[in-house]
């Protein structure tokens, strides 16, 4: 679904630090058919059918958080994100700082110590594309503290959590006009919190099947997810997390 605004407190990018961005292109977009656009900073906007979808940068030493995918929801006003997160007992990584003109992001850190970025655009509004194959289409939160997290979150973005279904689990995000189901909350280990990025595919099998092929680990699946479809869990060729599903 192509997008040109997303409602605040939505999932809006996301960003890929590894420490080789070069191995990464060539992963993702053999397995996701994304075209990689690298820009004189040596960020990498990954893109698909002319849309920007997430982007990649090379990690840097000293950086606090390892390799990963780090999810970002959509700020209308950053300072008062920002203060949210520590009134709600979340902790600031990175403070709201000026992307040149593309917008402003901050990264922090939930009370649980998953990580995640808020984005209040300027000319970048985020990915074009959503819950579709090759874009971003589901973000799962692992925490040990399912009840702590859905309150952390309604109180900085507005989230409301729904009854999941036998067997999964389901977190709604709230905005003016309506509710869109984003994602899911499940019970996870103590010091593991943390959001898995969900990109789209039409065969969760057969990408699951190239995904290995093209050096990547399998985690778990492809299993039937109640409430979400066919989902397969991988680690990518610098041993990053993320996660493949096939909706129902």
């Known amino acids: 679904m192509k997008i040109t605004r997303h409602p605040a407190g939505a999932p809006c990018w996301a960003d890929l630090d590894t420490p080789d961005v070069a191995s990464a292109r060539t992963f993702y977009s053999s397995l996701l058919g994304w075209e990689a656009l690298e820009l004189p900073s040596g960020y990498v906007n990954l893109v698909l059918r002319g849309e920007k979808i997430v982007g990649a940068v090379k990690l ?25 997160v520590e009134e709600a007992g979340g902790r600031v990584v990175s403070p709201p ?24 655009p300027d000319k970048h509004p985020g990915s074009g594309l959503v819950r579709e194959p090759g874009a971003l289409s589901w973000f799962g939160l692992s925490t040990p503290d399912v009840d702590g997290a859905k309150a952390f979150y309604g109180q900085v973005f507005g989230w409301t959590a729904a009854v999941p279904p036998a067997g999964g689990a389901v977190a709604h995000l709230t905005f003016v006009g309506g509710v869109a189901e984003f994602g899911g909350i499940t019970s996870g280990p103590e010091g593991a919190a943390g959001w898995t990025l969900h990109f789209g595919v039409a065969d969760v099998d057969a990408a699951s099947a190239a995904a290995v092929a093209l050096g990547g680990t399998v985690v778990s699946g492809p299993i039937e997810a109640p409430g979400l479809g066919r989902v397969a869990v991988f680690k990518d060729t610098a041993g990053v ?5 096939q909706h129902a």
């Open 60 to 84: 840097r030493e000293g950086q606090e958080h390892s390799a990963g995918w780090t999810v970002y929801f959509m700020s209308d006003d950053l300072d008062a994100t920002t203060k949210a």
């Open 97 to 120: 700082a000026k992307v040149s003109v593309a917008g402003s992001a901050a990264v922090y850190e939930a009370p649980d110590g998953a990580v995640f970025g808020a984005w209040e």
């Open 241 to 245: 997390t993320f996660a493949l599903v």
